[in-house]
């Protein structure tokens, strides 16, 4: 079957440095994408994923390994803005390509 | 426009009323797909469009919904019928290639109460 898992909720100090797991269990693979939410808000695109290793933009880095089915996102020198849902999702290489299959999110909150 | 428009932003429904949710894409976005979010969860994919072409309905959760983009721009989610089931967050989603790897844009959804 089709399974994205992600912590529920995280919680992690400004300044610091946080890291939001995901691994997946899909029929077939096809990128994997890290989106933000804050609360009310819709989903902004972060990062995707499709070969393994680590993809650095600024503050946020997303890691891949395809062999184990894992992708992180790291959040580096954390500020307030920061706390939001954290939502993985796994693109799908059945049927025409274009679902995405999305966890449930990680609520992250920064504290002073 | 800017970004993905969503109209209206709320909405309350008696139950068995009929709604119809709007979404306007960015312009030139070939992609739309609509999403349904229930509190605390992720979305869930309902429908995809590529041009005016549905091409994925499979997540339609019954045949109360249907969604049509005539034209290949502007998109409309109808659901017959509410429940009380079908109150959620209803997010539309555009993107500028058929390719994989491409990034969504979301609107801000409309967040459907059917009392």
């Known amino acids: 079957g089709q399974n994205i898992d992600q912590p529920t909720e995280m919680t992690a100090t400004e300044g610091a440095i946080v890291q939001i797991n995901c691994t997946y269990q899909?029929?077939?693979?096809?990128?994997l994408f890290w989106y933000q939410q804050h609360a009310g808000e819709a989903p902004t695109f972060l990062s995707y994923?499709?070969l393994d290793g680590l993809e650095e933009k600024g503050r946020f880095s997303s890691f891949l390994s395809r062999s184990k089915g894992y992708s992180y996102l790291l959040l580096k020198e954390l500020q307030m803005k920061d706390s939001a849902s954290y939502l993985c999702?796994?693109?799908?290489?059945?049927?025409?390509?274009?679902?995405?299959?999305w966890g449930l999110g990680t609520s992250l909150a920064v504290n002073p | 426009g800017a970004g993905v428009s969503q109209s209206p932003r709320y909405k309350v429904a008696k139950r068995g009323q009929d709604v119809a949710l709007r979404c306007d894409p960015i312009?030139?976005?070939?992609?739309l797909f609509w999403y349904q979010q229930a509190l605390g969860q992720g979305p869930e994919f309902l429908t995809y469009?590529?041009?005016?072409?549905?091409?994925?309905k499979s997540g339609l959760p019954s045949d109360r919904f249907f969604a049509e983009r005539p034209e290949g721009s502007v998109s409309t989610l109808k659901i017959q019928r509410t429940q009380q089931e079908d109150s959620a967050v209803y997010l539309c989603?555009?993107?500028?290639?058929?390719?994989?790897?491409?990034?969504?844009?979301f609107g801000s959804g409309t967040q459907l109460s059917v009392l």
């Open positions: 312009s030139g976005h070939v992609s």
């Open positions: 989603a555009s993107s500028a290639r058929t390719a994989g790897g491409e990034k969504l844009f």
């Open positions: 899909t029929s077939g693979f096809n990128g």
């Open positions: 469009f590529q041009n005016e072409a549905q091409l994925d």
């Open positions: 994923n499709v």
């Open positions: 999702a796994v693109r799908d290489r059945t049927g025409n390509n274009r679902k995405l299959i």
